[in-house]
């Protein structure tokens, strides 16, 4: 089994680009390189302007919202750090494998700052999920609105729809087995995760203000996809846009990127398409939305060049941490 882990551990990774790179290969492969070139030459100062200042809505968006989160759990962390930390992180997400290793830079460094990894990570783990539940819910809302384009769209996925479910299946007991084995490791490791998410998610002073950032945050992205649509020289209306909008953020949350790039334009060619659109528009699009995004998180490489910002040490809170160790009336 140690032996099997291992490989997973080496090969993944590795396999992750592999991913990212077929797609973009199948992608020039049928599209040529007009989609793909189209979405460089078209991009111009205007562009570049609105997505540095939506860059830094959405960025101060979720910096404010792990301060939230961070408070709850009994960690001080001033806004300003906050904000020069999400920026790195948003700029080591769009130039390294995978989407998410700017986030987990910042995990565990705030981790390794406050004393404590774990709750570093999982601090960062849970502002992230409430992102992730208001574009579900976002998603969901708009593709029930558009029905049309999700028929069409389905249309291509009845073949793999069964074979997703019976994997899916699978995977689940073969999970519930292993970790029906390792109860006590389960209990050790959950007990805190839980314990976190109740208090730094859940509770009744908190999830409000969470979600209010969350859309907050999805609105500015979505926003930066409408410009990529208009400045990639796409006709049609928002709402029309909004399902294949949705379906490409979706996307690029696959862990299988290089940068941030391969699913997104595999998704936006594919729902574009269903849509009527054309699959080359929906990638020449995908790629100024990925160059705006890019944009976006530059201060980042500020950030890195410059060092830290005048980074405070950060203080444990304790009446917060009092409140956080002791049982609570929360939610």
């Excluded at 080496?10 to 973009?24: K, T």
């Excluded at 540095?52 to 009994?74: E, S």
Aim: proline share 5%; with cysteine; charged share 15%.
């Amino acid at each position: 089994m140690s032996h099997v882990r291992s490989l997973t551990r080496a090969v993944w990774p590795w396999l992750r680009l592999l991913i990212g790179a077929g797609i973009l290969a199948v992608l020039l492969w049928r599209l040529g390189t007009d989609a793909f070139l189209n979405g460089l030459r078209v991009i111009d100062a205007p562009a570049v302007l609105a997505a540095l200042v939506i860059g830094l809505v959405t960025t101060v968006a979720g910096a404010a919202r792990w301060c939230l989160v961070l408070r709850r759990l009994g960690v001080g962390l001033p806004l300003r750090t906050a904000v020069a930390d999400c920026y790195r992180a948003v700029f080591l997400n769009t130039v390294l494998p995978g989407g998410v290793l700017g986030d987990v830079h910042r995990a565990v460094r705030h981790g390794q700052s406050s004393g404590d990894v774990a709750r570093g990570v999982r601090a960062v783990a849970i502002e992230r999920s409430g992102g992730q539940v208001v574009l579900t819910a976002a998603g969901v809302a708009v593709l029930w609105a558009r029905p049309s384009i999700v028929a069409a769209a389905g249309r291509h996925l009845v073949a793999p729809v069964p074979v997703a479910v019976a994997c899916a299946l699978v995977l689940a007991v073969v999970a519930v087995i292993r970790w029906g084995r390792h109860t006590a490791v389960w209990r050790r490791v959950a007990a805190p995760v839980l314990t976190d998410v109740r208090r730094g998610l859940l509770a009744r002073d908190t999830w409000p203000g969470v979600m209010a950032l969350s859309v907050a945050g999805l609105l500015g992205h979505v926003t930066l996809f409408l410009i990529a649509a208009r400045v990639a020289g796409s006709s049609a209306p928002v709402s029309q846009l909004l399902p294949l909008i949705v379906l490409a953020l979706f996307a690029m949350g696959l862990p299988v990127n290089i940068g941030g790039w391969g699913p997104r334009e595999g998704v936006s060619a594919w729902a574009f398409a269903a849509a009527g659109l054309g699959a080359a528009e929906g990638v020449t699009v995908a790629v100024v939305y990925g160059v705006l995004a890019f944009v976006t998180g530059l201060p980042g490489a500020g950030v890195l060049i410059f060092g830290n910002l005048a980074r405070p040490e950060v203080q444990l809170e304790e009446k917060v941490l009092t409140e956080y160790e002791a049982p609570r009336r929360c939610a």
